[in-house]
């Protein structure tokens, strides 16, 4: 079994940092890639971040967020600095095994196989 646990998430103010953490459970490491995804209420679930063999970000995000990874203990980090009220949403961690063409492809949420519950990050102005 395939588990993905996200945990950070909370009531932050508008300006501060934030920090969520993924453990990924049932998957060796260096055999997944991993991408953030996030969404707010009425609104689609769109990507935020992803870790590849490089880090890959969505305009909304870059220049903003890190993601990382410690493969020692399957974890993926997602740090978001200078938070945004529109930053507020369910923020979801997935993983992927599968090969693709194109590191585009990691943008999408159809490519990846498993996900977790998501964290709600609030940010207040």
């Known amino acids: 079994q395939v588990y993905l646990v996200e945990s950070g998430g909370g009531l932050v103010q508008a300006g501060t940092s934030l920090t969520l953490s993924c453990v990924v459970s049932?998957?060796?490491?260096?055999?997944?890639?991993t991408g953030w995804f996030r969404q707010a209420p009425g609104a689609a679930r769109e990507f935020v971040a992803a870790?590849?063999?490089?880090?890959h970000y969505s305009p909304h995000v870059q220049g903003r967020a890190t993601v990382s990874r410690d493969g020692t203990k399957n974890t993926v980090f997602l740090q978001i600095n200078d938070l945004k009220p529109e930053d507020t949403a369910q923020y979801y961690c997935?993983?992927?095994?599968?090969?693709?063409?194109?590191?585009?492809?990691?943008?999408?949420?159809?490519?990846?196989?498993?996900w977790g519950r998501g964290i709600q990050v609030t940010v207040s102005s």
């Open positions: 997935a993983a992927t095994v599968r090969l693709v063409h194109s590191e585009r492809n990691y943008y999408s949420g159809a490519l990846y196989e498993y």
């Open positions: 049932g998957l060796p490491d260096m055999t997944y890639h």
């Open positions: 870790i590849t063999a490089t880090t």
